[in-house]
């Protein structure tokens, strides 16, 4: 019974495995044998073709290939802040220098909970989490070495601890203890990267000079020596005449080539370019050979060391044949620094920058973002842009390309190739480096300031060669998400609406230049008005116009205590008054008349006769007298054309008339005062 029972399961299962697989003898044959001898045909097996079971290779899966793939299904949000603002909603940015601060403010407090961690380790010394993960953990920067030793002086060294390094080592040589050469090679690398200071998270990052020089007539081939010693100095820590380094170096009893690298290179970071070059000379008498490291630092300090741009040049490539001379290969840092140096050898670099790529393209090195920085600065700053070859085959090359951080300067390139474009005025080419920024992980080269930046460049261009449609298309995605408008951007727009004839606009642009904090700013205030009250328009948009400007006087108002309110001009108060004349608002437009007598303005023609026009339509004959008596206390010409309109466009009562009658006029006095000495003197 259970052999029967065993052999009915197998014969299920190879049933079933004939189903899936369709092989001979499977559900499909078996029925067609058995239909065959019920009616006496036969079926030939060999016109049915197996089906061919092909098993896929093994794919090995990224790490984050689920997490990459759950990215994919979502996309940006137009609507919302960056997502490091999204932590806590009160502190949300209104505008670019909010986002700053609050990016600043984030950044110093991580600084701080470091600094915190660094000082006082014996508040961190209990592991609370499970399970413990060792590199997330506060890292303990005691010394345990005590006593004066080579081995303290080491961990000392490791833990950056720059001054009680120094100490140490001056305690090692006043006990006549000898220290071997690779730790004060270690000492000299900490004091000269920290330039003899105290570590700091300011100080480990390299300092940028972002000074540039002036582009002068190529027949002048010398560079501004005023400008040459401010760059010089740009910022950062200075190198100090005589400081632990040179004292530690000059003692040394035995130098290698690591020492006078390490010595060069800090010179060179801190600005002290001739104290560089004169070591390097050393390191060449005393038969040494320099990294790779070192030539790209002195290639960087070429232009402080030469004035004249050929000079430059010719520095430059002799330090290039130094290293062919000692065997050293070059990097694609080196030629980024070549190409940086270029950017201030004037027409010079134009020539030699070409060459510098050709260069690097027979020794198959690819250039990175700083590469074609560097290149665009050659060709487009400090001059007229009139050709946009170099910068169309740089965009060719770099929408091919998803790059990765391999030079400090790589961060920089889209905004200075936004610059040209804009520049340029060349939109296609705008939406080219567009395109090359959404290619793989290019975005990130853009921080927070950056991207602001780089998108406030891009709209004002579009505001200046874009349809209106396509323009408002895109304030609209990305406004406040990918970057804060500028209150240049907001003029930009407002011509941008002004040419295209949407004025219809103006109030919820209006609403975000008061979310983003500019309502203060007198040249968009004058602005906004000027476009309002230029021409008449319809009803609906005059009343929405009204509103705008009812805000905007109420700007002019003080609004609480140490707010200083803003000084009417005499432009913004007739615009108000037009207006609020236009939108029927009889008693505000008289109100915003009043203004002109107490801020000492005068009124326009234009705007005398819109407040006429409106007390005409409101039958408000009382506000006409008014503005007649107002015009001949400030004594306008145009008074008695007023006066006259009054009496023929308002029906008056016999107390108006009276009261319209008896308005002095500054002509009239003046008249009489003459008549009267006249007869004196008769």
Same mark, same amino acid.
């Given at each position: ?36 001898? @019920? ?25 984050? %290939? ?7 299904? !979502? ?36 600084? /701080? $909970? ?14 609370? @989490? ?84 002036? *582009? ?15 760059? =010089? ?51 060449? #008498? ?29 520095? /430059? ?9 000692? *065997? ?76 990765? $951080? ?92 002004? %040419? ?26 004058? *602005? ?25 006087? /109420?700007?002019? *108002? ?17 615009? !108000? !008054? ?21 801020? #000492? ?30 015009? /001949? =206390? ?37 008249? =009489? ?10």
């Amino acid at each position: 019974m259970a052999a029967r029972r065993a052999a009915g399961g197998c014969w299920q299962r190879a049933l079933w495995l004939g189903r899936r697989c369709r092989l001979p003898g499977g559900r499909d044959s078996y029925r067609s044998s058995s239909s065959s001898s @019920a009616v006496g045909k036969t079926v030939d097996t060999s016109q049915v073709t197996p089906e061919e079971i092909v098993l896929p290779r093994r794919k090995t899966w990224d790490k984050l %290939a689920v997490l990459q793939t759950l990215a994919s299904t !979502v996309n940006r949000d137009p609507t919302a802040a960056h997502y490091m603002f999204q932590d806590d909603p009160f502190l949300m940015p209104r505008n670019a220098a909010s986002a700053r601060l609050y990016s600043l403010s984030k950044e110093s407090g991580r600084n /701080a $909970a470091k600094y915190i961690i660094k000082n006082f380790p014996q508040y961190f010394d209990k592991t609370f @989490a499970e399970p413990n993960v060792p590199c997330l953990m506060p890292e303990s920067l005691t010394p345990q070495t005590e006593g004066v030793s080579e081995e303290a002086l080491r961990e000392r060294i490791h833990f950056r601890m720059v001054k009680e390094s120094v100490d140490m080592f001056d305690q090692l040589l006043q006990a006549g203890t000898p220290v071997s050469l690779e730790t004060t090679n270690s000492l000299l690398d900490l004091l000269c990267f920290y330039g003899d200071g105290e570590p700091t998270p300011e100080k480990e990052q390299e300092e940028k000079e972002d000074i540039e020089e002036p *582009e002068v007539n190529a027949s002048e081939q010398k560079a501004p020596k005023r400008q040459f010693r401010r760059g =010089s100095q740009s910022s950062g820590p200075r190198w100090r005449e005589n400081n632990h380094a040179e004292r530690i170096f000059k003692i040394m009893p035995e130098r290698n080539a690591h020492s006078y690298c390490t010595m060069i290179r800090g010179m060179v970071k801190h600005g002290a370019y001739s104290k560089a070059y004169d070591v390097y000379i050393d390191l060449l #008498n005393e038969r040494h050979k320099a990294d790779v490291h070192t030539f790209n630092a002195l290639i960087r300090a070429v232009p402080y060391l030469k004035e004249r741009f050929i000079e430059r040049w010719e520095l /430059a490539k002799e330090f290039l044949t130094h290293m062919a001379q000692q *065997e050293v290969q070059p990097t694609l840092l080196t030629f980024n620094s070549v190409l940086k140096s270029l950017r201030r050898c004037g027409g010079v670099g134009r020539t030699m920058s070409l060459l510098v790529l050709k260069e690097m393209e027979a020794l198959d090195i690819e250039p990175s973002l700083a590469s074609y920085d560097h290149l665009l600065s050659v060709f487009y700053r400090g001059a007229d842009p009139q050709s946009s070859d170099i910068i169309s085959e740089v965009l060719n090359e770099v929408e091919k390309r998803s790059f990765t $951080a391999q030079d400090p300067d790589d961060a920089n390139f889209f905004i200075t190739a936004m610059q040209v474009c804009c520049d340029l005025k060349d939109i296609k080419l705008a939406y080219q480096l567009n395109k090359a920024l959404e290619k793989g992980d290019n975005w990130k080269f853009l921080d927070v300031d950056r991207l602001n930046g780089y998108w406030s460049k891009f709209f004002s261009l579009l505001c200046m060669m874009e349809q209106i449609e396509v323009v408002l298309k895109w304030y609209k995605e990305m406004s406040s998400s990918l970057f804060y408008p500028s209150p240049r951007n907001i003029l930009d727009l407002l011509q941008a609406l002004d %040419a295209a004839n949407q004025l219809e606009v103006i109030p919820s642009v209006w609403a975000d230049v008061k979310q983003l904090g500019f309502s203060r700013r007198q040249d968009l205030l004058e *602005e906004f008005l000027s476009l309002m009250s230029r021409d008449q328009h319809p009803s609906e948009m005059q009343l929405a116009f009204a509103k705008c400007a009812e805000e905007i006087k /109420a700007v002019h *108002e003080p609004a609480g205590l140490g707010q200083v309110p803003l000084e009417w001009t005499g432009s913004a108060l007739g615009n !108000v !008054v037009v207006l609020f004349s236009r939108a029927g608002r009889t008693q505000d437009a008289w109100t915003m008349m009043e203004h002109f007598q107490k801020t #000492n303005r005068i009124p326009t023609d234009k705007v005398m006769d819109e407040f006429l026009n409106c007390a005409k339509q409101t039958n408000c004959p009382d506000e006409a007298i008014k503005m007649v008596k107002l015009a /001949a =206390s400030l004594g306008l010409l145009s008074s008695q054309r007023l006066k006259s309109r009054t009496e023929e466009e308002f029906e008056l009562s016999e107390t108006q008339k009276k009261a319209l009658e008896s308005i002095k006029w500054d002509g009239d006095s003046s008249d =009489s005062d003459s008549d009267s000495s006249d007869s004196d003197r008769e």
